[in-house]
């Protein structure tokens, strides 16, 4: 009788710490194409589908390369998500693409692959390499300080498109 009472007591607690676990698991917000960069952006999935976007809209592409492990872009996410101009831009006058990983497309890497690296192509599917950020090693990479930088590189994009119409 103890010994059946004791394994009936090592079932309970078996399916109780399952199921505590299963309902943490549900509790996790589950992974957007926003990874964090800002939830009520329109993300899309890939560059190709970005780059289809971009000329069917007549909007600039903006691609944002980073890793999940890496601090520098951690704390330019942060920025990034924090900034109401920015998230406002991004959503309205922007396609958004997120990347965790290189594309095929050489271009987007002119100077290197590192992140965090933020690159423009124009609707006519032309990357802006001339849209660069503020340091000369690294000249698609912004840093948290950086965000009014961007936000002027967001708008110089916007008026370029505006210019060539």
Not at 28 to 51: H, K, N
Not at 74 to 85: D, H, I, S, W
Not at 95 to 113: V, Y
Request: aromatic share 8%.
């Amino acid at each position: 009788m103890l010994h059946s009472a004791l394994a009936l007591s090592l079932l309970l607690i078996a399916v109780s710490s399952n199921l505590a676990m299963a309902i943490k698991k549900e509790r996790r917000a589950p992974q957007t194409l926003s990874r964090g960069w800002g939830d009520e952006i329109t993300w899309v999935q890939t560059y190709e589908e970005g780059l289809y976007q971009a000329k069917k809209s007549n909007k600039p592409l903006m691609v944002i390369h980073h890793l999940e492990d890496c601090q520098y872009c951690q704390a330019l996410k942060k920025a990034f998500a924090e900034n109401e101009e920015i998230q406002e831009m991004a959503q309205d006058s922007f396609i958004m693409l997120n990347l965790m990983h290189e594309t095929t497309d050489k271009n987007l890497s002119p100077d290197g692959q590192y992140v965090p690296r933020i690159m423009f192509i124009d609707p006519s599917l032309t990357v802006r390499a001339d849209i660069t950020g503020r340091y000369s090693n690294r000249l698609y990479t912004y840093e948290p300080q950086d965000i009014p930088f961007l936000i002027e590189n967001m708008k110089k994009a916007l008026r370029l498109i505006q210019t060539e119409l």
